[in-house]
Structure formats: structure tokens, C-alpha cells
């Protein structure tokens, strides 16, 4: 990184379309410097790795936000002595109190300074917040728009209930902590099984378990047969089916769950796995 020209600064939560506008303006010898400020959840922690082909380097915010104008450009010099070019989004701000703007970036830095314009989706502008809102109501589709990629949770596999197997559908849980969860429902997914290539058509739950133990879960049934998960699992959302629901018994439940996995089969038959 010590070789980089030129750098894309931001929180880049979630890696979505107007975060990869700001990489396409990167040269060939750059990185994604990202200051983390502890609330991102689309893609926290290194999950940002998956999106981008440069190196990432993580800042806390903690440490970087009592700097002066000045004293953060020397620092981003010290970190890469052979800086050219900085990339920032519109809406970019640095410094104690947030003070600075890309003005200041332009006057303080003697390279180059990059800035992107808002980006857009059929007129509405592309934010990490509005993509968390989507989610929230469960607009799957429109937050995956605006991700440019299916929204994605990953974690390591937990017991379910004991139930499923036996009396229902086998499935995979996984607790997902530091993950933003969609909006209580069932959707049609893609879940990726430990350290395989290749992601399994399947229709996953995520909610509060209302008809039986009122436990909260993250599940996936796959749709091409049982596999075994060992240690962790990926679920990508495609498509919301329906709402969280109590039903009246366990054959309730069984049917619900079969036209759950007929509509999720359709959704998914004509993605290339």
C-alpha cells in the first residue's frame, strides 16, 4: 500500500453503486482507505472485501477525527509517501467537527482531488441509509438495486429448535450479529455453505418463531437437497415472499412452508448459480 498513487476515502458501508463510482475513478496502484465509525452493518467489519478488487485499509474514526486540515492530509502522506490523487464523494467531510469539505481537500492537498457527484437510480439518490430503510420494509429488490449486488448476511451456524427436521423442513441457522437484518419474513435466497464456491437455491426465515418457541432466528432451507454445514453460512437475499406469521398449528406452518418453497423455486429457477 506504501506504493499506492491514489486513495478513495470513505465509510463505504454496504460497497453500493455510487460507492464503486468513487472506484472507477482509482488508478491502477490504489486503495479504499475506510474510516470506520462503528454503525456500519450492510458490510462491516472486512465483509467489504467482497466487493472490490483493491486493497482496503480500515481507520477508526476515534483516532483520525481530532485532526486539523492540515495535520490529516500529512497523516494521509505519511501512510502513502507516493500520493497523486484522493477520491472522495460529494458529501465527503474530514477533520475535528467535521469541518472540513472537499474544498478544503483541494486546497490543503497538492495532487490531485477527485470528487463524484451524487449518484442516482431512476432519480433517487444512492445512500448507505436509504438502503437500510429499504431493507427494513423488506424492498429486497430495491436495496439490492441499489447495492449492485444481493444483499448479503453472513455467520457461523447455531442449533435451531430441534423441530425443523423432524416436524418441518431441515434447515441451516446462523446467528448474524453484526449484520443488519432484513424486515421479519421469509424470502427466496441464495445461501452459500462454508467454504464452497457455489451458492444453493433456498428460502430462508428471518424473524421472531411466533408459531412455536417465539425465539428469534436466521434460517435457510435449501432447495437442491440436504447439504451439511459445518461451521458458518452465507444467505443472499433475492426476493421477499411474505410477512412473519402465527399460525393456528405445526400443519399450518408445513403448508405455509410449502408454498413458501414453490414460489421461492420459481423466483429462483432462471439465476445462474
Known amino acids: ?9 470513505g465509510g463505504f458501508d454496504g460497497m453500493h453503486i ?7 475513478a482509482l488508478d491502477e496502484n490504489s486503495t479504499i482507505v475506510v474510516i470506520e465509525t ?6 462491516p467489519k472486512k465483509e467489504r472485501e467482497h466487493f472490490s478488487h483493491h486493497p482496503i485499509i480500515y481507520l477508526e474514526l476515534d483516532d483520525i477525527r481530532h485532526l486539523s486540515g492540515e495535520e490529516f492530509i500529512a497523516f494521509l502522506k505519511e501512510k502513502f509517501p507516493k500520493l497523486q490523487k484522493i477520491v472522495v464523494g460529494y458529501d ?7 469541518k472540513y469539505s472537499f474544498n478544503d481537500l483541494k486546497t490543503l492537498f497538492d495532487g490531485e482531488v477527485v470528487v463524484i457527484d451524487e449518484v442516482t437510480l ?13 431493507l427494513q420494509i423488506g424492498d429486497i429488490e ?28 431441515a434447515t441451516i441457522n446462523i446467528e448474524a450479529k453484526e449484520f443488519l437484518m432484513p424486515k421479519e419474513g421469509v424470502y427466496a435466497t441464495l445461501t452459500r455453505i462454508d467454504d464452497e ?3 444453493h437455491p433456498s428460502v430462508s426465515f428471518v424473524g421472531h418463531r411466533v408459531t412455536t418457541d417465539g425465539s428469534f432466528a436466521v434460517e435457510s432451507h435449501i432447495l437442491d437437497g440436504e447439504v451439511s454445514c459445518k461451521e458458518r453460512a452465507r444467505i443472499s437475499f433475492v426476493n421477499f415472499i411474505r410477512e412473519n406469521k402465527k399460525f393456528d398449528s405445526l400443519d399450518e406452518l408445513r403448508k405455509a412452508i410449502k408454498k413458501d418453497i414453490a414460489i421461492a423455486s420459481k423466483e429462483l429457477k432462471f439465476l445462474q448459480l
Open 197 to 199: 464456491e457455489h451458492f
Open 122 to 134: 431512476h432519480g433517487d439518490s444512492v445512500h448507505s441509509h436509504k438502503i437500510r430503510a429499504k
Open 92 to 98: 465527503f467531510h474530514f477533520g475535528k467537527n467535521r
Open 38 to 43: 462503528g454503525y456500519a452493518n450492510l458490510t
Open 1 to 9: 500500500m506504501k506504493e499506492s498513487t491514489s486513495i478513495a476515502i
Open 142 to 169: 430495491g436495496a439490492n438495486a441499489f447495492l449492485g449486488h444481493n444483499y448479503t448476511i453472513k455467520g457461523r451456524v447455531v442449533s435451531g429448535q430441534g423441530i425443523g427436521k423432524k416436524e418441518l423442513v
Open 18 to 24: 455510487g460507492h464503486q463510482q468513487l472506484f472507477g
